[in-house]
């Protein structure tokens, strides 16, 4: 599985936009970028999923570079309920049963929004 | 529907005592997963199931012991309890679409003392 590289940590102004890196530079062609969060050591929550266009959804938008070796989740207007762990993952697909679906986390980064 | 629960929430074990952790999901999906998580750290796969009856090891699967004889349960079993199985649990659970897995819904976790 591709190796994700993440800052440890970030820090996010209430109503401003967080902008989440993520280094994915050995991503196979039909690998997915995911993301999650973890709230408090509650259960992770997805997020958003990419494979090469950029993606949005309710929650943030997920941008990928067009090399694919880089993407940057953002919340566009954080509130301090987005302070969490943002975990950024590459997953391959489940291509002729070699892969079951796993989940492969890091460290993540540390989102913190103040006040 | 509640999604992915997971019983007890927390427990305190003596050393070489045994316990069983239970995930239930109401989704009716497939794939199942258990993970750890230690202090500061990404969750790490403990064992997977692709479907009833089946199991397998994920990454570190050493102490423990799992079974999926129905669709909606993935139990989690520890024989003897050792203080390095100290621990948050969390579970999952995913399904297919076409070629690719789906996003990976996270139970609330348990928290396990072994001391």
């Known amino acids: 599985d591709a190796k994700t590289t993440q800052p440890t940590s970030m820090d996010c102004a209430e109503g401003r936009a967080a902008n989440l890196p993520c280094n994915h530079s050995t991503i196979s062609g039909n690998e997915y970028v995911y993301w999650y969060r973890q709230i408090h050591s509650q259960g992770p929550q997805y997020i958003i999923h990419?494979?090469?266009n950029n993606e949005t959804n309710e929650m943030a938008s997920l941008i990928i570079t067009e090399d694919r070796k880089s993407s940057t989740l953002i919340l566009p207007h954080a509130t301090l309920r987005d302070t969490a762990v943002y975990y950024c993952?590459?997953?391959?697909?489940?291509?002729?049963?070699?892969?079951?679906?796993?989940?492969?986390f890091g460290q993540g980064t540390i989102l913190t929004v103040h006040p | 529907n509640a999604g992915v629960t997971q019983t007890p929430k927390f427990r305190v074990l003596k050393t070489g005592q045994s316990m069983t952790l239970l995930c239930a999901q109401d989704?009716?999906?497939?794939?199942m997963y258990w993970y750890r998580q230690d202090p500061g750290m990404g969750l790490r796969l403990i064992h997977y199931?692709?479907?009833?009856?089946?199991?397998a090891k994920g990454e570190v699967p050493d102490g423990y012991n799992v079974s999926r004889l129905k669709k909606q349960n993935f139990l989690l079993g520890l024989e003897s309890a050792a203080p390095s199985q100290t621990s948050v649990y969390f579970c999952a659970s995913s399904w297919m679409t076409g070629n690719r897995h789906t996003e990976a819904f996270f139970g609330q976790g348990t928290r396990l003392t072994v001391v």
């Open positions: 989704m009716n999906h497939e794939y």
């Open positions: 993952i590459v997953r391959p697909p489940n291509a002729g049963g070699t892969s079951y679906g796993k989940l492969t």
């Open positions: 990419g494979l090469k």
């Open positions: 199931s692709v479907g009833e009856g089946t199991t």
